[in-house]
């Protein structure tokens, strides 16, 4: 006979048979009974519960999860509020590809169309913003609906899924079994006309560039990147979530980040080239009516998705498949090492070499501030390849975007499709927490920093080894550049007056700031020999940020 349990067991079974190892979140009386399991630990290997301080961070850290590993992060929440704070969270990651599985707390059945406390149209509200949004009216099919939500979250393209469960139905009664953990679907490669095609016009290309977008750098994606230019010498181009796919020997291919404004290297080698390869490629980083204006060429499009097709973006030739498989089977086209003639060899070569001289910090004339290229150098010469890298948005975004190398997929983490503020520091702490014994940088402006601070309470809760570094000029400075540009002037924008040592040793952290006594290198130094989280307040020197956005420079002077 069947063994009767509550709904929130069913549903902690559930997790635990996916292998959830996280549940990130809010208290509060509609999810109390699930929060009870995860905290007393009633049930053996349930997830651990780390109670945040907003549960829009809560949806960060699950979104983090999901980006890092690739299976979905899970984040729970009360009704209400609770629900509708997870709104910028789930977004986000459904915009950038980041599988995670939201639960809502929602009044009785019974009250669903009631004018009652905290009632709000739970699925309703969040549909426009996951994959999935479904309200569960039957005990009975809780463990069914979290399997489903986890399958849709984790498929290609991946985002959030949201399930709102009654109170009644989190305490009512489950008879039915548990559902096991759900195989991926198994994606095929394309036919093999359309490989041989795809490999006929790499060799026929005078100059093909890849441009690696977020769905790439997934770690079995990126290796067999990787193996297909051992093989096949051609330029590659990332996206911001694309950081990581050139690994250090194969550096030579690597020719920066595109994204934002249309004034990179990358941008140059994407308008010159004759054919430009899609990996992974995602609009919603780098629109096509940026990179693709004003060229002539071909282009192939290889994903797991259907390509967004527009005015801007029709590709030539378009794959679809399982992206690592068919770049294995892609490689096995050449039966030899393909290098591109002298001519295009030597222009790549002058460009490289640019490029590297884009990254040296000028001499500085002010003592009392830090260039970001020095900040980056800084911080570059003293990251391992496998260490996690978390960047907000804001003007340090494209700086570290632009500038700070990263040789492992999924290592330097950006928000590039929705550039939500607030996301380093619950990014970082969900890192950390998966490796606990490893430093994780986190990077932000003091504008977003201020979005998400609060977390350095978890932060220093579970002693997680972090160093936040604040890049501090009292604005939000990547309005105020743009303002500037465009209008002469920037209204709105100046926040300032924190003392950011000072408020994170109120909060139990180490604090430590940039000034004529400390360098950024001692600083950094102390960071990394101290255990539990450490904020660094940097002085930055933004005077040069109206150079970001300027106009693409000329073809001509290569």
Known sequence: ?????????????????????????????????LFDILEQKNIKDAPQLIITRHEQNAAFMAGAIGRITGNPGVVAVTSGPGVANLATGLVTATSEGDPIVAIGGQVTRDD???RSHQSIANKELLSPLTKMSAEIEEPNNLSETFANAYQMAKAPKSGASFISIPQDVMDGKVTRPEIKSVHDVAQGIPAHAQLKE?????????????LAGMRASEPRVAFAMRNLLKKVNIPVVETFQGAGIISHDLIDNFYGRVGLFRNQTGDILLNKSDLVITIGYDPIEYEARNWNRDREGSIINLDNILPEISTDYQPDLILRGDLADTLDTLTDQFTEQFNLSADTTSYLNKVREDHKLKDLPPVSDDENLVHPLTVIKELQERVADDTTVTVDVGSNYIWMARHFKSYEPRKLLFSNGMQTLGV???????????NPKEKVISVSGDAGFMFSSAELATAVQHKLNIIHLVWNDGYYDMVKFQAEAKYGKASGVKVGGVDFAKYAESFGAKGITVDKDHD??????????????????IPIDYRNNSELNKQMIADSFY
């Open 198 to 210: 795809f490999a006929d016009r790499i060799k026929n290309a005078k100059m093909p560039v890849i």
């Open 112 to 114: 669903l169309v009631r």
């Open 1 to 33: 006979m069947p063994t009767e349990k509550s709904g929130a067991e069913a549903l902690v079974q559930t997790m635990i048979n996916h292998g959830v190892k996280f549940v990130f979140g809010l208290p509060g009386a509609k999810v109390d009974k």
């Open 424 to 434: 380093s520091l619950p990014w970082a702490i969900s890192a950390a927490l998966l």
């Open 520 to 537: 950024i290198a001692s600083a950094l130094d102390e960071a990394f020999k101290t255990d539990g989280p450490v904020v660094i307040d």
